[in-house]
């Protein structure tokens, strides 16, 4: 279904009107009227927000990734230019606070909203 898609591509329920040619109440009214539209688009944003989910916790402990440098080299056989992997260096992004404190704020607000925020 194409709200699903949609949804599932990170658009808003504004964008998502805008693109149906309605109001974003129009939209909400028919979200509240007809469960399969309701339904399509809780599925797709399931999909994105899961993936924001999992980029969030992995900045916030550490991650590696590697880094690979490409050049052009001239095959001497046939004379074609391709690319070829020169370096690859493994590198390690450290835990971001920021990403921290958020997590720890709205999975367990118990602990973490005190009286000051």
């Known amino acids: 279904m194409l709200l699903e898609g949609w949804a599932r591509d990170g658009l808003t329920d504004e964008q998502i009107a805008a693109n149906c040619g ?9 979200k509240d009227k007809y469960s399969e539209i309701s339904e399509a688009l809780k599925r797709g944003k399931e999909v994105v927000d899961s993936q924001v989910e999992n980029a969030l916790l ?5 991650y590696q990734y590697d880094e690979v440098t ?4 001239e095959d001497p056989v046939t004379g074609f230019s391709c690319l070829s992997i020169t370096k690859k ?3 390690e992004v450290q835990p971001d606070t920021t990403a921290q404190i958020f997590w720890l704020k709205n999975r367990r607000p118990d602990k973490w909203r005190g009286a000051y925020t």
Not at 22 to 30: N, Y
Not at 58 to 62: D, E, H, P, T, Y
Not at 70 to 73: A, F, G, N, T
């Open 89 to 91: 260096v493994t590198k």
């Open 58 to 62: 992995k900045r916030a402990l550490r």
């Open 70 to 73: 490409r050049e052009k080299v």
């Open 22 to 30: 309605i109001t974003v109440s129009t939209l909400h009214v028919w």
